[in-house]
């Protein structure tokens, strides 16, 4: 039976800073994640900070954390967003190499002292007879001891994903979902609910007429995240602006009946600082047209991110909705959008150093909590 100091459950982005801010502290650190080769994976889009998400990723790196040293490293371009507007609503965003980002974070925390790695997913937790918690049961049936467990599964807690009418457990395409852990959450008194969100499909940009479409450069000179990195590391990329257009509204307002969202298959709420696109069709129905930015996915791939079209709908309407917007009238998707609904734990349930109340020694983090 091994013994740790911390042990964090998933190995995305909330969980590979708790397990290396705990490792720099000189704890002896455990990452336990379903698939090791996914450590630092960018499931939705491939992007860092943006509006509010850009000064957490800077707090992060004053405090000595991964994501800012990671996105300086990876970034293909770099922009200032809202540059003409006040400075309270400005903000860095860092378009990412997807494929090397999560290479540049495994990497980093493989060289950390006192934080192991390991594969493995948790099924259960283990309390003492005073009610804390003391350690993790795999699937496998490993024990691993701890003083203190962080919980950072993100979207996995029995996550089901959705497009059209097509349902499939899972928490991100091509991975599965976490059953056991709930669970333990729920015998042990927890407020749980559900939440949903979504990606956008992913296009062939060889199958993309750019000579027809805005381009849309990065800064000169990049404007990186990191107080204490080399600044840009990558060459940069343009990415290149397109919108919805009459017929991309007409299309989904056809189908919103086959949408989960609107036919009652999904009953959960989506974020407000992410909309879908029949989100944005239906609540914003004076609009005439919505950006889409294509985005590429890295240095070494075809595969370009149209964001800002998140959606859910079947595999056939989303093919017409994005051959409805200008320079994509040929386009061929490699990877359909979907939308992910997951369990969540209600976040007035932890104190102010995101311990849950009332079970010593257990710790949420990310998207768990909402």
């Known amino acids: 039976m ?4 911390v042990i964090v459950i998933g190995g995305g982005h909330a969980g590979v800073e708790a397990a290396h801010a705990a490792a720099r502290l000189g704890l002896r650190v455990l990452l336990l994640t379903m698939n090791v080769d996914r450590i630092g ?3 939705c889009n491939p992007a860092i900070g943006g509006v509010g998400k850009g ?5 992060i790196d004053a405090l000595g954390g991964v994501m800012g040293l990671a996105a300086d490293a990876t970034g293909i371009q770099f922009r200032r967003l809202n540059a003409s507007k006040g400075p309270a609503v400005r903000a860095r965003r860092c378009q990412s190499d997807k494929a090397r980002y999560a290479t540049w974070v495994r990497t980093c925390l493989e060289g950390t002292p006192n934080l192991d790695l390991k594969q493995g997913t948790v099924e259960d937790l283990l309390f003492d007879d005073g009610g804390a918690v003391v350690g993790v049961v795999t699937a496998m049936g490993q024990v691993y001891r701890a003083a203190a467990v962080v919980i950072t599964t993100g979207t996995f807690l029995e996550g089901v994903l959705h497009v059209g009418e097509r349902q499939s457990e899972g928490g991100r395409a091509g991975d599965p979902a976490s059953k056991g852990l709930v669970g333990t959450l729920r015998r042990h008194g927890l407020e749980l609910g559900r939440l949903k969100t979504g990606t956008v499909p ?3 940009g060889r199958t993309i007429d750019w000579a027809s479409l805005e381009v849309q450069p990065g800064d000169d000179p990049p404007a990186t995240f990191s107080f204490h990195g080399q600044g840009a590391e990558l060459p940069q990329r343009c990415c290149w602006i397109t919108q919805t257009t009459e017929r991309t509204h007409a299309l989904i307002r056809e189908s919103l009946h086959r949408s989960p969202m609107y036919s009652g298959q999904i009953q959960s709420r989506g974020p407000r600082y992410c909309p ?3 989100d944005k069709v239906v609540r914003f129905a004076d609009k005439e047209s919505h950006k889409i930015f ?8 075809v595969e370009i991110d149209p964001n800002g079209i998140s959606t859910s709908l079947p595999a056939e309407v989303q093919l017409a909705l994005v051959r409805s917007s200008p320079g994509l009238e040929r386009a061929e998707i490699v990877r359909f959008g979907y939308a992910v609904e ?3 734990v209600d976040p007035r349930q932890l104190d102010r150093s995101l311990a849950v109340r009332g079970l010593p020694g257990l710790f949420l983090a990310g998207q768990i909590n909402g």
């Open 41 to 43: 994976a960018m499931s």
């Open 276 to 278: 879908s696109v029949e």
């Open 294 to 301: 294509l985005e590429p996915e890295g240095l070494d791939t």
């Open 202 to 204: 992913r296009l062939d």
């Open 55 to 59: 000064h957490l990723v800077r707090e």
């Open 342 to 344: 997951y369990t969540y």
């Open 2 to 5: 091994a013994e740790y100091s």
